[in-house]
């Protein structure tokens, strides 16, 4: 059974700080790793994904790798109230579905 | 660009009605995917289809059927609706096997009373 673990929050920051949301996942042979933002009463929305170990950064979004650890972390910089949503990782081992963890909800306070 | 587009956004059924949600994509992808999400439960796969033609249980298929039409279509058929069915329903697509992500469309939200 493959699983993604992430921490259920909030967790609450408050505007300008960083955000740093983790996830763990359970299948040694992921290759694709995704963070997803949905806001409350919507889709989710794809905004990071990564590939290989380290670090990948798109504006205020760094999403990192440790594939020996097994785990992907998002980090969010100069935090705004308009970030505030549930962050939902997921894996792919490139052959079936992708697997999705339950979610993380972040409340940036102004 | 449409991406992926989702009908009906809202419906109320009675127990033991039926209903198709209708699911459309525009990206020439070759695998779509059907998920309930609830509260607490996360995402839960009902079924997918990895190419025209293929179709496959996902983790939660009972009391579900799907069709997929032709590449840009996959519905999804709620026979005999149960009030354990009252949920968002999302479509989703991919190109290959997810390899690069999925889109999701904008969901249904079902009740069933």
């Known amino acids: 059974q493959k699983e993604v673990e992430q921490n259920s929050g909030p967790l609450s920051v408050p505007e300008g700080a960083i955000a740093s949301l983790n996830c763990t996942y359970s299948d040694r042979g992921s290759q694709s790793f995704f963070w997803y933002r949905q806001y409350s009463g919507k889709s989710p929305e794809l905004i990071m994904s990564i590939y290989s170990n380290g670090d990948k950064e798109d504006g205020r979004f760094t999403a990192q790798l440790n594939k020996a650890s097994q785990y992907v972390s998002l980090l969010i910089r100069d935090s705004q109230p308009s970030d505030s949503a549930t962050y939902l990782c997921a894996v792919n081992d490139g052959y079936s579905t992708l697997t999705f963890g339950k979610g993380t909800m972040l409340l940036v306070s102004p | 660009n449409a991406g992926v587009t989702q009908t009906p956004k809202f419906q109320v059924l009675k127990t033991g009605q039926s209903m198709t949600l209708q699911c459309a994509q525009d990206?020439?992808?070759?695998?779509m995917y059907w998920y309930r999400q609830d509260p607490g439960m996360g995402l839960r796969l009902i079924y997918y289809?990895?190419?025209?033609?293929?179709?496959d249980k996902g983790e939660v298929p009972n009391g579900y059927n799907v069709s997929r039409l032709n590449k840009r279509e996959f519905s999804l058929r709620l026979e005999s609706a149960a009030p354990s069915q009252t949920s968002v329903y999302f479509c989703?697509?991919?190109?290959?096997?997810?390899?690069?992500?999925?889109?999701f469309g904008s969901g249904t939200r079902l009740t069933v009373v």
């Open positions: 289809s990895a190419s025209e033609g293929t179709t």
């Open positions: 990206m020439n992808h070759n695998s």
């Open positions: 989703a697509s991919s190109e290959g096997r997810g390899r690069y992500g999925y889109t």
